[in-house]
């Protein structure tokens, strides 16, 4: 099985995918700027889970033991956390869940430099690396109830289709169902939608609004 | 009840929409460049609908007329279709279906300069008109099965909350449930999904991919 390395694991979206992967078999390292709190968390999800399955780590050293890095970090923290790994993640595949939000606005769609943070993110960590965008629109306190399956379909970008195909991988492991969604430049979709649900939260008064593609079974 | 003018009303899209809320009792005038295509196209939905529901104007003539001035254009005819009806649009709402697609290319989100069609029309046209995004997900395929609810909600978003709230029963009255997405910016997320759902069409083999927001009824 595959080890996964979630940068950013400690906060609450990194740790239920954690706690999802881990429960599926996967060998899930949690990554934190501090190797202590790392350590710390994945102790706690353990102790959640009933067994050992987590193990914590530094950033860097957890992007450097794992076959597929997860970036799980808030965009004022993207830039500085994949140039802390960028000699980690040559040769994988990064996926990476940033939405560019920019608080306290978090309800406004919020376009940066680079077009899409997963765009930023590719560029940040040049060619070699194969980013996928994905998980953007997932929320994070359905994303904790364990036994229970996520109503939301993730669209997966990236410009390599292997690559995508071995997320959609990853997505249906956490119980949800993953799209091909088409190239990295498509991720604008999927992170500018995450301030719109989280508006919808806010207007129509409930927690976890998410997508479904709908359409995929007609006339099959 | 409200009259609307569906400019580039002879198109797929513009025409299903049009019979919908012909149909709901709204007195509905096609627009297009050539007054001639307009009426023709005009009388030819007349025909199948049964009843002399519908007329057509060239585009400024339709404006003129309408309460509700809504554009559905192919983004290449955006800019030149918007000038040529700024002063018919004064004081008015203008709904905004345009999808910034680059064909051949489109299966891919393209940004354009104004970060969105619909930010643009507002520059465009000047604070003075109400601009609304809207419509952008659906399949025009769907909205011709005039008998059918078509399977995709409509985000409609809009800096006015009061015309958020007109276009949502515009929404419903074509058969569709409209929600709340936020400020006019936020027509990123809508825009940039339909080259998305363009891709899934191809990927999976089917011909209307739509969306449906998830959610709503949890804790309620």
């Known amino acids: 099985m595959k080890s996964l390395a979630i940068l950013g694991g400690t906060g609450k979206e990194g740790a239920g995918l954690a ?7 996967y060998r899930v390292i949690i990554g934190s700027r501090s190797a202590e709190k790392a350590e710390t968390r994945a102790k706690e999800m353990n102790g959640e889970l009933g067994a050992d399955y987590l193990s914590g780590l530094a950033n860097a050293a957890a ?7 997860i970036l799980s970090v808030p965009y004022n923290a993207h830039q500085a956390t994949l140039a ?6 040559q040769g994988k595949i990064l996926v990476d869940l940033t939405v560019p939000l920019q608080p306290p606005a978090i309800t406004q769609v919020n376009l940066p430099g680079g077009g899409a943070a997963a765009l930023e993110a590719q560029s940040l960590l040049g060619p070699d690396v ?3 965008a994905a998980f953007q629109n997932v929320s994070a306190v359905k994303l904790k109830k364990l036994g229970q399956p996520v109503d939301c379909d993730v669209l997966v970008c990236a410009d390599d289709r292997e690559a995508r195909t071995a997320v959609i991988e990853l997505v249906a492991a956490a119980g949800m169902r993953g799209l091909d969604a088409g190239l990295l430049k498509n991720a604008v979709a999927a992170e500018s939608l ?4 989280l508006h919808i939260n806010k207007t129509y008064g409930v927690q976890g609004a998410g997508l479904r593609i709908t359409g995929l079974d007609d006339g099959r």
């Open 19 to 25: 706690m999802r992967w881990a429960l599926h078999g």
């Open 63 to 69: 992007a450097d033991r794992a076959d597929i890095v």
């Open 84 to 89: 802390s790994v960028r000699e980690q993640c």
């Open 130 to 132: 194969t980013v996928v």
């Open 194 to 197: 995450t301030p719109v649900l």
